[in-house]
């Protein structure tokens, strides 16, 4: 297991940008997939972003060609561009990781959750 640390987060005008980090750390054998998810009130927790480690992405349609997810390995930090906000976009953000631990057994992080809040 990694310890997902989530930073960016914030209050936004519809319309407006926000880049959200998230560090992670821990000694594993190799990082593998990092994806970002979101979770409105009242609503299931949902893929918003999934990165690889030869940096193929999938978005869901709701994000395609708003938001942009990227990776830096050797900070072994997963970023989430977010553009063109919508008041739908608000909900907290979590980072998952999925990593091989010491023994190659995959595992999952998650971060600790971030607010995104597109308002007027």
């Known amino acids: 297991q990694m310890q997902l640390v989530e930073s960016g987060g914030g209050l936004v005008q519809p319309g407006g940008s926000l880049r959200l980090s998230c560090a992670a750390s821990?000694?594993?054998?190799?990082?593998?997939?990092m994806n970002w998810y979101r979770q409105a009130p009242g609503k299931q927790r949902e893929m918003v972003a999934t990165?690889?480690?030869?940096?193929?992405?999938n978005y869901a349609n709701s994000v395609k060609g708003r938001f942009t997810i990227s990776r830096d390995n050797a900070k072994n930090t997963v970023y989430l561009q977010m553009n063109s906000l919508k008041p739908e976009d608000t909900a907290v953000y979590y980072c998952?990781?999925?990593?091989?631990?010491?023994?190659?057994?995959?595992?999952?992080?998650w971060g600790q959750g971030i607010q995104v809040t597109v308002s007027s």
């Open positions: 821990g000694i594993v054998s190799s990082v593998e997939d």
């Open positions: 998952n990781v999925w990593s091989r631990d010491l023994n190659f057994k995959s595992v999952a992080s």
């Open positions: 990165i690889t480690r030869g940096d193929n992405t």
